[in-house]
């Protein structure tokens, strides 16, 4: 079992920044990939960021170029560090891992460890 808890989110203006963590705790392995979803009210979760233990990422679209992820193995965090946020990024946000990963997936099918979420609202 792996054990995850974001942490970081909250309220704020359009054009601002908030940065979003994740801690794993747990049976980690060394060779994993997480993932960023985020879930509005009435919409269905959508992959946001995907990473690999070895640094690979993947930015969807609708983020790129405003939020960068990082990632701590040593500390097994990963943090999403989001710029520029519109009211449109509003949702809750979730991080999500598997282990034993060698391609990073994009469903969160994929991903069987979740945390509880975190809230982010942007007001315009």
């Known amino acids: 079992q792996v054990q995850l808890v974001e942490s970081g989110g909250g309220s704020v203006q359009g054009g601002g920044s908030l940065r979003l963590s994740c801690v794993a705790s747990?049976?980690?392995?060394?060779?994993?990939?997480m993932g960023w979803f985020r879930q509005a009210p009435g919409k269905e979760r959508e992959g946001v960021i995907f990473i690999s233990s070895h640094g690979a990422a993947i930015y969807s679209d609708s983020v790129k170029g405003r939020f960068t992820v990082s990632q701590d193995n040593a500390k097994n965090t990963l943090t999403l560090l989001m710029n520029s946020l519109k009211p449109e990024d509003t949702a809750m946000y979730y991080c999500a891992y598997r282990g034993f990963c060698f391609t990073i997936p994009q469903s969160s099918n994929e991903y069987p460890y979740w945390g509880q979420g975190t809230q982010v609202t942007v007001s315009s």
């Open positions: 747990g049976y980690t392995t060394n060779t994993y990939c």
